[in-house]
Nanobody, 124 residues
């Protein structure tokens, strides 16, 4: 069984940086790993995903500011967030799921395992 635990959230001023980590237990080597974020009452938005080879997919809304990576030896995924904006204030979740035709879609239904989330607050 796969379990995911996020860490690294907190508060930062606009323009600052933050790194989120997602530690996985269980065999996620062949899985896509992804980051999603959510405002209460709204649907989770795909932020970034990465396949086992390290090929990343970044949402247009954060492209150029966020970077995704994974360390398969440590079974851990990271989200490096730079030039943070107040609109990045969300709960961030990591997720794991099998690839779909070799791709890692940024869509919630394709991921069956989820962490509990970590809050990111960006103040102006």
């Amino acid at each position: 069984r796969v379990q995911l635990v996020e860490s690294g959230g907190g508060s930062v001023q606009a323009g600052g940086s933050m790194r989120l980590s997602c530690a996985a237990s269980g065999d996620t080597y062949y899985y896509c790993l992804g980051w999603f974020r959510q405002v209460p009452g709204k649907e989770r938005e795909g932020v970034a995903s990465i396949d086992r080879r390290g090929n990343g997919y970044i949402a247009d809304s954060v492209k150029g500011r966020f970077t995704i990576s994974r360390d398969n030896a440590k079974n851990t995924m990271y989200l490096e967030m730079n030039n943070l904006k107040p609109e990045d204030t969300r709960m961030y979740f990591c997720a794991a799921g099998p690839p779909v035709q070799g791709q890692c879609p940024l869509r919630q239904p394709f991921y069956g395992f989820w962490g509990q989330g970590t809050q990111v607050i960006v103040s102006s």
